[in-house]
T-cell receptor, first 116, second 116 residues
Framework: AQSVTQLGSHVSVSEGALVLLRCNYS??????LFWYVQYPNQGLQLLLK??????LVKGINGFEAEFKKSETSFHLTKPSAHMSDAAEYFC??????????????FGKGTSLLVTP | NAGVTQTPKFRILKIGQSMTLQCTQD?????MYWYRQDPGMGLKLIYY???????DKGEVPNGYNVSRSTTEDFPLRLELAAPSQTSVYFC???????????????FGNGTRLTVT
């Protein structure tokens, strides 16, 4: 089964600084990749998803992610952090062969703290 | 549209009690999923369904059961609650998926369950 690894369970940045959240996937074929955000006591919201049409994917709230096959990475970035970006971020992957009904396999999450 | 609705939001159970977590979606999605979320562990797939009358086990199915009699509803049953089932449970749905379709999952707001 496909899996993802998120490097860093906690990331702290200053307001206005670059946000970089790392995600590496394990796959020998092009996977389906997603980033989700979870605010406290809420469900998960889709930030962006990878389609084979473009390696640089733009999402909501100014986030984007770049698919790098050579590095098996799909890191999430945002040029300038806002206080409202503080949340838990999850990278996820699903098997294009349909195993587990195309369910998403999630990384363990990265908690983003934004300081004034 | 309401999206994915989960009830109840919170519940405390005693060891050995039973309960059903309700999940309903109004998007006519065929694919539905149950996940549990534990701190620092990401989300783990419990059960999934690819359509009415069809269900299958995910990564952590022990102690749970599901049914899917309609497209809209996908309840999760805990028969003999154990402390290890203390968790936050999320239901998700997605439209028809396939090898060339990476539709995202839509999540409910979760049920926070404590077993004591």
């Amino acid at each position: 089964a496909q899996s993802v690894t998120q490097l860093g369970s906690h990331v702290s940045v200053s307001e206005g600084a670059l946000v970089l959240l790392r995600c590496n996937y394990s796959s020998s074929v092009p996977p389906y990749l997603f980033w989700y955000v979870q605010y406290p006591n809420q469900g998960l919201q889709l930030l962006l998803k990878y389609t084979s049409a473009a390696t640089l994917v733009k999402g909501i709230n100014g986030f984007e992610a770049e698919f790098k096959k050579s590095e098996t990475s799909f890191h999430l970035t945002k040029p300038s952090a806002h206080m409202s970006d503080a949340a838990e971020y999850f990278c996820a992957v699903s098997d294009p062969d349909g195993s587990s009904g195309y369910a998403l396999n999630f990384g363990k999450g990265t908690s983003l703290l934004v300081t004034p | 549209n309401a999206g994915v609705t989960q009830t109840p939001k919170f519940r405390i159970l005693k060891i050995g009690q039973s309960m059903t977590l309700q999940c309903t979606q109004d998007m006519n999605h065929n694919y539905m999923y149950w996940y549990r979320q534990d701190p620092g562990m990401g989300l783990k797939l419990i059960y999934y369904s690819v359509g009415a009358g069809i269900t299958d086990k995910g990564e952590v199915p022990n102690g749970y059961n599901v049914s899917r009699s309609t497209t809209e509803d996908f309840p999760l049953r805990l028969e003999l609650a154990a402390p290890s089932q203390t968790s936050v449970y999320f239901c998700a749905s997605s439209r028809l998926r396939g090898p060339a379709d990476n539709s995202p999952l839509h999540f409910g707001n979760g049920t926070r369950l404590t077993v004591t």
